[in-house]
């Protein structure tokens, strides 16, 4: 396996891995949505492959988090292994390496909506630890935030999503 950014001729290949994990489109609809936004770093958007076959795909993205001041934070959102290659560590070693990017730019703090059991082993951990609020109701163990080395005490408030994300 193979891990790398995305490239243009990658684009059918991602939004067929987000339709397929997630069983609809609107995730393959977020990921151009943001594409096409302001919010879209390209380096966070990376591909796993396997023989040469994209498998794997996740993205960060810019998102707000509104305390005293507005900042931008990453937001970890879609993350989706094609259904045959689940279970064999393509989720994880995608996490892994948005996080070391993620480092490698000095960004402070990942925020994600997920399954606290597969989350809690990177290090994610309830955002009402750091005191950031979910902009929706969710059980606060979903909403969850990875602070990285850069991360300081003056992020926290409430997040809130780009447009991008309404219709998810
Ligand atoms: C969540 C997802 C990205 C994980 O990718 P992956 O490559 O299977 O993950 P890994 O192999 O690195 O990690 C495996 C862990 O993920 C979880 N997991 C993966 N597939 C699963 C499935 N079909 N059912 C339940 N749990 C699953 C399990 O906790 C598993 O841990 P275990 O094998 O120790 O029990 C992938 O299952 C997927 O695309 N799911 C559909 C889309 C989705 O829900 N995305 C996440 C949105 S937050």
Redesign the pocket.
């Known amino acids: 396996m193979n891990i790398r950014c995305e490239t243009l001729p990658d684009y059918p290949a991602i939004a067929e891995?987000?339709t397929l994990?997630?069983?609809q489109e609107n995730?393959a609809k977020l990921v151009e949505k943001i594409r096409d936004s302001d919010r879209y770093i390209s380096d966070f958007s990376l591909v796993?492959e396997v023989e040469n076959v994209v498998v794997?795909h996740?993205l960060f993205s810019y998102i707000d988090l509104v305390g005293e001041e507005t900042l931008e934070v990453l937001g970890?959102?879609?993350?989706?292994?094609?259904?045959q290659?689940?279970?064999?560590?393509?989720?994880?070693?995608?996490?892994k390496a948005g996080l070391e990017t993620a480092e490698a730019k000095k960004e402070a703090i990942v925020i994600?909506?997920?399954?606290p059991?597969?989350?809690t082993?990177f290090g994610f951990q309830p955002s009402v630890v750091y005191e950031i609020e979910s902009p929706f109701p969710v059980p606060e163990e979903f909403f969850m935030v990875k602070p990285l080395q850069k991360y300081q005490n003056m992020y926290k408030g409430k997040v809130i999503y780009p447009a991008a994300f309404d219709e998810v």
């Open positions: 891995v987000n994990a997630f069983g995730e796993a794997g996740i970890l959102a879609p993350l989706a292994v094609r259904p290659f689940q279970r064999q560590g393509i989720g994880s070693a995608l996490i994600i909506l997920g399954h059991e597969f989350y082993r």
